[in-house]
């Protein structure tokens, strides 16, 4: 390298560092710098360049941009769902409030139904094993409702015997009615002195 | 919504206890080992089989109407009389739907029969019974109930009835 070559590097240089180099300029200091004969005042920049070659070696892979826009794509895809639940957001919940209703009245309906199944296990398989438990509740059943008719019976005959006069009670019940029905009239008719009322309380004082 | 499903358990449970029937009830809250239940069930099923089994009319019309027929009873006097005072405790608590029809207080024996009209083809009575030797019965039955027929049957009956067996082993039975 002549000294020439040497000072014209030494100016690059100084422009590369005050950041004044042009495009081809910045070429061709790298260029220089892959170069294994380097002068002593260059050697200190040498991995610096060499790191900056070496960067610019690395490149993109096959399909790079491809697989870019397909993973923009995506996460726009993605951004427009979130916007679609957002928008029917306060329809799901209307659709979730009513699959809950839906789903308490059918368990309700069901289980209505249900009590009209017998809730338990039969005892038998065989009817004519049954058919003494059968008849026994029914026997119970009928005995019970017999014991209540003979005790109303047996009642009336006790109450027949005591010789009670049922013409005079009957015909004290049947001026009370009546008086009460005057009274009544009395209250609903304004024309209706109140002397009316006085049979119906002197009556009431007989009995 | 924590409140939300506790509301629907509670709603769900009480619908499911509601659903089990008297028997059922008074067995699982009163049952106890130490003092024993013979518990029968009849079924739709049996009582369908029944009246096509039986000559006499009067219980085959009777069997044909019903849906079931569930007896509980008690051997011991008392054990009888503890789960008597507990059955009618149990009626007027959880039950309140159920109207008394027949009341009978004699100095041995005490009945009360209890119903629920629910339409004209379904009706639930349940009978509850201390005889004169302090035995226990209670019996519950589901379906038409015509209590005049019923109450016409005894005689038909006095021979075939006898009083449930112990049922140990039997499904459905304590």
Redo the contacts between chains.
């Keep these: 390298m002549t000294a020439k070559d040497d000072r014209h590097i030494q100016t690059l240089l100084e422009r590369y560092w005050d950041c004044e180099t042009t495009l081809a300029e910045e070429q061709e200091l790298r260029d220089f710098f892959r170069g294994g004969d380097l002068p002593a005042a260059g050697k200190p920049y040498a991995p610096y360049f060499s790191y900056i070659n070496e960067e610019r070696s690395v490149t993109l892979s096959e399909g790079f941009n491809e697989r870019l826009k397909e993973a923009m794509d995506k996460e726009e895809d993605r951004s427009k769902q979130y916007i679609t639940i957002r928008i029917f957001a306060p329809l799901l919940r209307v659709a979730a409030s009513l699959l809950?209703i839906v789903g308490?009245g059918a368990?309700?309906f069901f289980?209505?139904r249900?009590?009209n199944k017998?809730?338990?296990?039969?005892?038998?398989d065989d009817?004519?094993a049954?058919?003494?438990?059968?008849?026994?509740?029914?026997?119970?059943?009928?005995?019970?409702?017999?014991?209540?008719?003979e005790?109303s019976l047996q009642t009336i005959r006790v109450i027949d015997d005591l010789d009670i006069d049922w013409s005079a009670i009957d015909s004290l019940v049947t001026d009370e009615v009546e008086a009460d029905s005057l009274a009544a009239l009395s209250q609903d008719d304004d024309t209706v002195s109140r002397g009316a009322l006085i049979p119906t309380v002197k009556m009431k004082e007989n009995i | 919504m924590r409140k939300?499903i506790l509301i629907?358990t509670i709603?769900?449970t009480s619908?499911?206890l509601?659903?089990?029937?008297f028997?059922?009830q008074f067995i699982n809250k009163y049952g106890e080992e130490d003092r024993p239940l013979n518990?029968?069930?009849?079924?739709?099923?049996?009582?369908d089989?029944?009246a096509?089994?039986?000559e006499d009319e009067e219980?085959r019309s009777?069997?044909k109407e019903l849906?079931?027929?569930?007896?509980v009873s008690s051997e011991d006097a008392k054990d009888s009389r503890y789960y008597f005072q507990k059955a009618n405790e149990l009626i007027k608590e959880e039950f309140g739907d159920y109207e008394e029809v027949?009341?009978?207080n004699?100095r041995n024996s005490r009945?009360s029969?209890w119903m629920k009209r629910e339409d004209d083809k379904k009706q639930d009575?349940i009978?509850i019974?201390l005889d004169e030797n302090s035995k226990l019965?209670i019996?519950t039955?589901s379906g038409k109930i015509d209590?005049k027929s019923?109450?016409?049957?005894?005689g038909t009956?006095?021979n075939?009835?006898?009083?449930?067996e112990e049922?140990a082993g039997?499904?459905?039975?304590r």
Excluded: C
């Excluded at chain 2, 019923?150 to 005894?154: H, T």
């Design positions: 809950l308490l368990s309700i289980i209505t249900q009590n017998p809730w338990f296990v039969e005892t038998y009817p004519n049954a058919i003494k438990d059968a008849t026994y509740a029914l026997e119970a059943l009928s005995h019970a409702l017999q014991t209540t008719e005790a | 939300t629907i709603m769900l619908v499911s509601f659903a089990n029937g028997v059922t518990n029968v069930n009849i079924g739709k099923t049996m009582l089989k029944m096509a089994n039986t219980l009777a069997f849906k079931s027929i569930r007896i027949v009341s009978v004699e009945i029969v009575l009978l019974s019965s019996i039955v209590l019923i109450s016409r049957l005894s009956l006095k075939e009835s006898a009083a449930p049922k039997e499904p459905g039975s």
